[in-house]
């Protein structure tokens, strides 16, 4: 059992039209100190399986059937002000995605970092201060900052200060919610270097989300392809980019350029991602797939282990 565990986990959202099958029957582990990376299109259950694990979806949204097991626990079966002191944040803290819309306005960067130290920790306003200066120094914008407003800060600026609030009750997990979005390649860059590094240095454990396959690359060392809200392949991030066995996974690696090899036509994925109120029976991908079978349309394929790697793919393809 690993630090994280996420087993046969489903979501779904109640809406007027009907029952939104956001995420269906995923599993993956995360190691302490490992970096696991969820990627896909936009729409595919990522932030969905992020926001069951930190108990935050919203009123329409509710975990359906599995189990998130975190330290040994079952954090589904935690009560709920319990989960909230114990676990979100002191333990298990998120990088949101758009840091200006994640900073309040009118309290200084100091004070919100504060305030997560203030709320999980027995801490004094001074020693929770002084502290926050000491993280945005390990963050890499100095402590003189502390006193600053959102708007005073460039954007890697205050993506660095989300980050440090992150880090600010010494958690042991982290979710990193497409944490360079907005960003410039550039400030991404740097960015993802102090995400990386911070990860290593503390042995903290980390999943990233994102669409970004490079960005992924670049963080993680074992990820997680989604799909119209299903795990089609994952296990080890070299192996996979290397020698993909799911079609997703082959036409989306091909959809991005390689700036070290020869110069080639970007693959394209037709159509378009199936609407999760009514998803299409069998493998969710086939109305899509270039190389699907009748047994697709009919019959969802199951993980299967490939044999002596860590390498797992729901393809009839590979059966």
Not at 24 to 39: C, M, P, Q, R, Y
Request: net charge neutral; charged share 25%.
């Amino acid at each position: 059992m690993g630090l994280l565990d996420v087993e046969n986990l489903t979501t779904y959202f109640d809406i007027l039209r009907g029952e939104v099958k956001a995420v269906e029957n995923i599993s993956f582990t995360v190691e302490k100190g490992d970096a696991f990376g969820l990627a896909g299109e936009s729409g595919c259950g990522k932030t969905t399986t992020a926001l069951s694990i930190l108990r935050l979806l919203p009123q329409n949204g509710k975990v359906i059937s599995g189990e998130i097991h975190f330290e040994g626990k079952n954090l589904l079966e935690m009560n709920p002000e319990k989960y909230r002191k114990d676990i979100r944040w002191k333990k298990i803290s998120v990088i949101f995605q758009g840091a200006m819309n994640s900073l309040n306005p009118v309290m200084t960067v100091g004070q919100q970092i504060s305030e997560a130290i203030l709320t999980h920790e027995n801490l004094s306003k001074e020693e929770a201060l002084d502290r926050a200066g000491k993280l945005l120094d390990l963050v890499g914008i100095g402590s003189e900052r502390v006193e600053r407003y959102a708007h005073e800060l460039s954007g890697g600026m205050r993506q660095r200060a989300i980050i440090a609030m992150a880090l600010s009750s010494n958690p042991s997990f982290i979710i990193a919610d497409e944490p360079t979005t907005a960003l410039d390649v550039i400030i991404e860059a740097q960015v993802l270097k102090v995400i990386k590094d911070l990860q290593k240095k503390l042995n903290i454990a980390m999943a990233v989300i994102s669409h970004d396959l490079s960005m992924i690359a670049e963080t993680c060392d074992r990820i997680g392809i989604m799909y119209a809200g299903k795990i089609v392949e994952r296990g080890d991030i070299a192996r996979i980019y290397k020698e993909p066995f799911h079609p997703y996974t082959k036409l989306l690696l091909g959809a991005f350029p390689s700036i070290l090899g020869p110069i080639a036509k970007l693959s394209r994925i037709s159509g378009f991602p199936p609407d999760l109120l009514s998803p299409p029976p069998g493998c969710r991908f086939h109305p899509r797939c270039p190389y699907a079978m009748d047994k697709c349309g009919k019959e969802d394929p199951q993980s299967i282990h490939i044999k002596g790697e860590d390498h797992f793919v729901a393809c009839h393809l590979v059966e």
